[in-house]
């Protein structure tokens, strides 16, 4: 009996020990100390695929900072698959487990990040003065500088110069022109639209293209008052014209194809247009690299002005704010845009120039798009929550696949918003 | 009679030949598919390769440094297995051997944990393990395995253990021995079958396993193969080719393992499942 | 614990007593010996954070906030009233649950008394169905995602015309591709286990069952399969564990869609967690749940299925 009992009884001291000893608030080990000469750096960048590209990089940063500064600088690199990126991420931030650098998506993550308080300021340093406007923006929130731009897109839909030159066809500019030029290319038997909604984040893509022009042009403070729990995404008026037209004219099993057959399909000639981005190009070139394609703005209605191409920042860096080595990671990401070989880097891993001290021309997909942009036909990215993003991606699929009325999607993502909006101010 | 036990012979043959062809199908695919360019993959799949681009191989290899991942999985596993199999096996061994409410309870506790799905505790898991830190290390990541896997393999060595006579032990008792001198030299080798068993389960689970080295393995160098074959997936296209190849390359060291241990590997489910 | 001076009056017992405490002292320090290990590592890396977690499924822990406030039963509550699109994955899992499990259980039965009739080719047969479960999960899923979006649709154009559907791409199909998969993956280990317990039934009981005029079929439902029951309530319980969890098949095949077609209970918590509002604490409570859902029914079914045993 007492056996037992004392036994049962250890069993809990131990447990209680356990408890108690994690409960104690000693920070995690790991990384070295912040005064000595040597110093670790734990750098968390989601692109794999240029794990020598950026190793190099940081290798060119350390030989920078000791010589500059007399210390000594090693990595542990953490480069997890696109995928699970997100994930990985969030679990480290919420663990307290945060590395000095990562790498995050500027427009989706910054206000959630910077709510937590997860970013540091990065105002101060030298690359903030000679970064180009668009990108600034994006990574600027509340007046403060949160993170170092990388990528930066422009885009609004994919097409095939050689069939719209074969066939005489201009740009539209309104969602009628489009509609002109559609039927152009049905009488010559070419099929309008790829159409590849396997992967969610394709159809989702409408959502910024039809609000992001919308709220530039008609409804100029719509997204205030979304963003106070004032105002429907059902004000919208033609919400669903450029969707319904390009599903009614494209290729034939949409849910069947992702992002990879997309891109061989639409550079095989398969169909003219695309609704997708120039972040597809080394996957259709990859698969024919003879394709002479553009990148154009996505009209919505018809109003001509309202055809405008979307600017946006997505892979940047931040600095964590409870980094131990901040000075250095601050250091690094600044290094990343005034580095001397920073525009090396840059056109390696297939960006576009951020600041003036990128001196390299843009690819050449992307010349007419930023001939729009030069002429202020443009917008940024707007600001939707990433909950009604994640939520669109999903109700987009169940419209197109025939479950979902317009009532259905617009009732679910104003619902999705108040709930972001909510929970944002608890 | 005899045609009749012919014909379902060859019913037999058939059946098991159509059956296992579309189970072997998804393999065949994906090894004669490695050798394509990705056009070549999206537009004729089926056809055998007409130019074998070893190529696939040697960027897929190049890229994702397979040597090192193969040792980082090595070095998980290995960890992983011994702290299981030895603690295991010990605890299943006292528990067994000490009838009573205490030993049910702390059974009961170790059974309970095999029912709980792994994203329950990923956050607080990392938290853990940041805390006390083993993440960020193979061999941190091989003590985590044990505290994961222990549990089954309690539950399996307690169920063998009552096969084997307490005459035994009383024996070495008389004889002057020590609990742990008795258990070394008797008791563990004669659980040796169900030690075999515990060891193939956990190696084919941690090797293969996924979501818990990418917690907690903070540095590239140190990923699984698994973790790195995953790298191959971009975040907006897929270079299927070098996918492939890089498939084929991790199930090759499995593949090679089941075909040496075979008989260990089947005898060694089949009695851990009726035993248990 | 005896006062002194009780033992001081009883010298015999007090004898017994003290030889009493020092062997149990020494079947104590050997108990925590064997058992220490073992529970330090099980305590430090599962008992504690799952107490962490349901400590968190109280309160409102999300990814942006910087207090973490408690809630009580509200997150509980709301999984139960609030939720639809919790309830809906709930009910697809036990559907795909239900069907998986009798599934496998009766494929993996049929392909291991196949293979056992057969003499030379047991081995070429055990190895090939075994060869998917060596597979990761995470890979099988995409070796059948290539499958079904490439493989297949050109396969169709052999006149094979039903290959050629939707199979990930409509709803109504695409849970039917991933059971597919589920089970492809999962027959060869429970196929290995009933080829063992077959191997257990004593031929005499079946050759008695002969001369006494069965057929085959009464012998197999009669003699056979009690005789094999203790397998099949492992793994019964095996599969019916997995499949109320299942994750990695449909994460790597499907995501859950289209929409939300195929998002099973873990998809939807893990949705919960790491998309949208990053709602970890109200995650946690549905994992809780589920935890708890799936421990009564194995514990039902265990139960049952033991009561069914039989000794040989």
């Given amino acids: 009996m007492k056996f037992k009992k004392s036994v049962l009884l250890f069993f809990v001291v131990l447990s209680l020990l356990v408890v108690t000893a994690c409960g104690s608030e000693d920070n995690a080990e790991g990384g070295a100390s912040s005064d000595s000469n040597e110093v670790e750096l734990k750098v968390f960048i989601a692109q794999p695929r240029f794990k020598t590209q950026y190793e190099k990089y940081l290798d060119e940063f350390a030989a920078y900072y000791e010589e500059t500064e007399g210390v000594k600088v090693t990595f542990q690199l953490e480069m997890p698959g696109a995928n699970e990126a997100a994930q990985i991420l969030q679990t ?60 930066t897109l422009y885009w609004g839909y994919l097409y ?26 049905n009488e010559n038997g070419v099929t309008p639209f790829i159409r590849s909604y396997q992967e969610r984040y394709i159809p989702q893509l409408f959502l910024p293209l039809i609000t992001g022009a919308l709220s530039a042009t008609e409804y100029p403070d719509f997204f205030e008052r979304m963003n106070n729990n004032d105002g429907s995404i059902s004000e919208l008026d033609g919400f669903f014209d450029i969707i319904d037209l390009v599903d009614a004219n494209g290729t034939d099993r949409p849910f069947e194809v992702d992002g990879d057959q997309g891109s061989n399909m639409f550079a095989n000639g398969e169909a003219a247009m695309w609704v997708q981005g120039p972040w597809m190009a080394e996957s259709i070139l990859n698969s024919n690299q003879d394709i002479n394609f553009n990148v154009a703005p996505l009209p919505i209605n018809d109003d001509p002005d309202a055809t405008l191409i979307n600017a946006s920042v997505s892979t940047s860096l931040a600095v964590s704010n409870e980094s131990k080595n901040i000075e250095v990671s601050k250091a690094l990401v600044n290094f990343f845009l005034e580095g001397e070989k920073s525009g090396e880097l840059f056109q390696e891993l297939l960006f576009n120039p951020v600041t003036t001290k990128h001196e390299f021309e843009p690819f050449t997909w992307l010349t007419e798009a930023m001939k729009y942009v030069e002429e202020g036909k443009s917008y940024q990215d707007p600001p939707i929550p990433n909950a009604v993003k994640a939520e669109s991606e999903r109700v987009f699929q169940t419209y197109l696949a025939g479950s979902d009325s317009q009532e259905d999607v617009l009732e679910a993502l104003d619902r999705v918003w108040q709930q972001a909006i909510e929970l944002e101010s608890e | 009679m005899r045609n009749k036990k012919k014909f379902s012979s060859i019913i037999n043959l058939i059946v098991l030949v159509v059956l296992g062809s579309i189970s072997f199908f998804p393999i065949y695919m994906v090894v004669v598919n490695s050798f394509k360019s990705q056009d070549q993959i999206f537009n004729s799949v089926l056809s055998l390769p007409t130019t074998f681009k070893f190529s696939n191989y040697t960027e897929a290899f190049a890229q994702i440094n397979i040597l090192q991942a193969l040792g980082n999985s090595l070095t998980v596993t290995f960890i992983g297995i011994i702290g299981i199999v030895l603690f295991g096996s010990m605890a299943g061994y006292k528990l067994a051997r000490t009838p009573g409410k205490v030993s049910n309870i702390i059974f009961l506790f170790f059974m309970s944990s095999m029912l709980i799905p792994f994203h329950s505790i990923m956050i607080t898991l990392t938290r853990m393990a940041n805390r006390i830190g083993v993440q960020g290390s193979t061999v941190g990541l091989g003590l985590i395995y044990i505290g994961l896997g222990v549990s089954m393999a309690i539950f399996l060595s307690s169920g063998f253990v009552k096969t084997i006579p307490k005459e035994l032990e009383e024996a070495a008792k008389i004889d002057g ?9 008797i008791i563990f080798p004669l659980l040796s079958p169900i030690l075999v068993t515990i060891g193939i389960l956990n190696l084919l689970w941690i090797w293969n396993d996924f979501l818990l080295p990418l917690l907690m393995l903070t540095n590239v160098n140190d990923y699984t193969i698994i973790l790195s074959v995953n790298t191959l997936f971009g975040e907006y296209n897929n270079d299927w080719p070098r996918i492939l190849a890089a498939l084929v390359i991790t199930t090759i060291p499995l593949v090679i393992t089941y075909i040496f241990l075979q008989k260990y590997i089947l005898n060694g489910i089949a009695e851990g499942a009726v035993k248990g | 614990m005896r006062s002194k001076a009780a033992i001081d009056t009883i010298p015999v017992t007090k ?34 954070p ?39 994955s709930m009910f697809l899992t036990i559907k795909y649950t239900a069907i998986v499990v009798v599934l496998q259980n009766v494929l993996a039965l049929a392909i291991a008394l196949f293979i056992e009739y057969r003499n030379r080719t047991k081995s070429l047969f055990r190895t090939v ?24 649709p050109q396969l169709a154009e052999y006149g094979l015309g039903f290959l050629d559907q939707g199979w990930l ?96 209970v873990a998809l939807n918590i893990f949705e919960e967690a790491f998309s949208g509002n990053f709602r970890y604490g109200y995650a946690n409570a549905k994992s809780m749940i589920l935890f708890v859902i799936i421990l009564i029914i194995t514990i039902i079914q265990v139960y049952v299925m033991k009561g069914k045993e039989v000794e040989a």
């Fill in chain 2, 177 to 185: 021995a020590t609990e742990i001198q008795t258990f070394i030299k």
């Fill in chain 1, 92 to 151: 480290r931030l919420s663990s307290n487990d945060a590395p000095d650098v990562f790498s995050l998506h500027a427009l989706n993550e910054i206000p959630i990040f910077d709510r937590a308080g997860y970013l540091a300021d990065l105002s101060d340093l030298p690359f903030t003065e000679n970064l180009l406007d668009a990108p600034k923006n994006a990574v600027t929130r509340d007046g403060k500088v949160l993170a170092v731009p990388l990528e």
């Fill in chain 3, 129 to 152: 169905f075994f060869m998917p479960n060596m597979v990761s999960l995470i890979i099988s899923a995409f070796m059948w995602s290539f499958i079904f979006s490439i493989v297949l």
């Fill in chain 3, 169 to 264: 791409g409509n709803p109504d199909v695409s849970f039917y591709s991933i059971i597919m998969v589920a089970i492809w993956r999962g027959t060869g280990y429970m196929m290995i286990i009933y080829i063992a317990a077959l191997q257990g039934v004593p031929v005499h009981l079946k050759e008695a069952a002969i001369i006494d005029g069965a057929s085959s079929f009464q012998n197999f439902v009669h003699v056979t399969i009690p005789m094999i029951m203790h397998a099949i309530t492992i793994t019964v319980f095996l599969t019916l564990n997995e499949a109320f969890k299942v994750f990695d098949v449909v994460y790597g095949l499907t995501g859950g869609g289209p929409g939300r077609s195929t998002q099973v």
């Fill in chain 3, 50 to 88: 799952l107490i962490g977690a349901v400590y968190y499924s109280f309160t409102n822990w999300n990814a942006g906030s910087q207090v973490v406030r408690f809630v009580g039963m509200s997150n509980y509550v709301e999984a139960f009233t609030n939720d639809p699109y919790f309830k809906d």
């Fill in chain 3, 15 to 48: 004898k017994k007593t003290f030889v009493f405490n020092k062997d149990k002292g020494k079947k104590i320090t050997s108990f925590l010996t064997f058992l220490g290990p073992a529970f330090i590592f099980y305590g430090i890396f599962m008992l504690i």
């Fill in chain 1, 160 to 185: 095939n110069e050689d069939i719209f030159n074969e066939y005489g066809i201009e740009i539209p500019t309104t969602i009628s022109e489009m509609e002109t030029v559609i039927n152009t290319l």
